[in-house]
């Protein structure tokens, strides 16, 4: 007889999330990882839980949705029961408007963002000088400012995550008997395992890097500008990043491109400009060909799952890819949106 009833390849964002859902519910977890918790991607810095923006609403951004509202009572769970930080926070976001055009449509999705948001987050249009002293430079002297963009600290969530699953009475493990439903969720080298295993590309890996800066400004909401992100966290430091490298020969090596992003951000964000940095890290992203997360069925393994390709949004959507995981695994309740569909990347 099999003693868990769930083991979960890879202790990432994404299998942690499948970890927690599952062994909320009652069941015996067993997570495996040689490399330890958060040891990829999801052992980052920038931590950017981000909406898409509210139009042309489909069933990914009302996932995606549905996800960012869950978090905070989400991770009050998990800190409650791990008696840890996950680093979360819902302080916003700022995005400059770069032209006229731009304001309009920043004015219409205003609108847009009142009804497909439910009330439950503004999508605002405001001046620059509400935000002095930190706002990036903007062409209109108007900003775009929503209240659904939360932070993460990647590596405190990880590790809050993964001592909530232990406390329900699962593991986390370099190595362990397989045991009960299977769950694959190992990042970018499971995508390239898997697109070796069905002789077609289902998904890659994307290098990214960043930095973390030394600079208190907790309460303030995230920037986004000149493509990076710039996201203040609770203990006192600022991640900004970070680049998209389809092309890389090491996986972990930072490099001028690296010096190139913390330049940008300096300029983007004047309070910043003698912040020193104190770390600088790379990593790579699963990214599923769909784009989408890749949720469901493994191909030709039955009691066999696969949760993978959070690219970019892994944190965002973790709260609701555990969710339906959960249901799928344990119940055989299949709710996953078509576009997340392990086949819509085959």
């Known amino acids: 007889m099999a003693i868990m009833d769930v083991t979960i390849y890879g202790a990432g964002i994404f299998g942690l999330s ?18 330890g918790v958060g040891a990829g991607s999801s052992g980052g810095l920038v931590g950017a839980l981000a ?3 509210p139009e042309r609403w489909n069933a990914k951004k009302a996932f995606q949705f549905d996800s960012l509202i869950m978090a ?44 497909l948001w439910q009330g439950k987050a503004v999508w605002d249009v405001r001046p620059v000088t509400d935000f002095a002293g930190w706002a990036p430079d903007s062409p209109t002297g108007y900003l775009i400012h929503d209240t659904l963009t939360a932070r993460m600290n990647p590596r405190l969530a990880s590790k809050a995550i993964a001592d909530a699953v ?14 009960g439903r299977i769950v694959w969720a190992t990042g970018w080298q499971g995508l390239l395992a898997l697109s070796h295993e069905l002789g077609k590309p289902v998904g890659n890996g994307v290098k990214g890097q960043s930095a973390l800066l030394r600079h208190g400004a907790a309460d303030l909401p995230q920037l986004f500008a000149d493509t990076l992100h710039i996201i203040p966290h609770a203990n006192g430091t600022v991640a900004i990043g970070s ?14 491109a690296l010096d190139d992003v913390i330049a940008r951000a300096r300029e983007v964000c004047p309070a910043i400009a003698e912040a020193p940095v104190i770390e600088r890290w790379a990593g790579v992203r699963p990214r599923a060909k769909s784009r989408a997360p890749m949720l469901g069925h493994y191909p030709g393994r039955p009691d066999h799952f696969i949760a993978n390709g959070g690219f970019k949004i892994g944190f965002g959507m973790g709260p609701k890819v555990g969710e339906v995981m959960a249901d799928l695994v344990l119940d055989g309740c299949d709710t996953i949106p078509n576009a997340f569909r392990v086949e819509a990347s085959l």
């Not at 009572?73 to 995005?95: H, I, N, P």
């Open 18 to 35: 499948v970890a927690w859902s599952c062994a909320a519910r009652g069941a015996k977890v067993r997570v495996i990882d040689p490399n």
């Open 51 to 53: 909406p898409h923006v």
């Open 72 to 115: 905070e009572d989400y991770w009050a769970k998990v800190e409650s029961v791990s008696g840890l930080s996950s680093g979360y926070g819902r302080t916003g976001r700022l995005q400059p408007i770069a032209d006229d055009r731009a304001l309009t449509l920043a004015r219409d999705r205003k609108a847009e963002a009142a009804s």
């Open 166 to 179: 232990c406390a329900k009475g699962g593991e986390v493990v370099g190595e362990g008997r397989e045991e």
């Open 243 to 256: 680049t998209s490298e389809r092309e890389f020969e090491d996986p972990s090596g930072c490099d001028a």
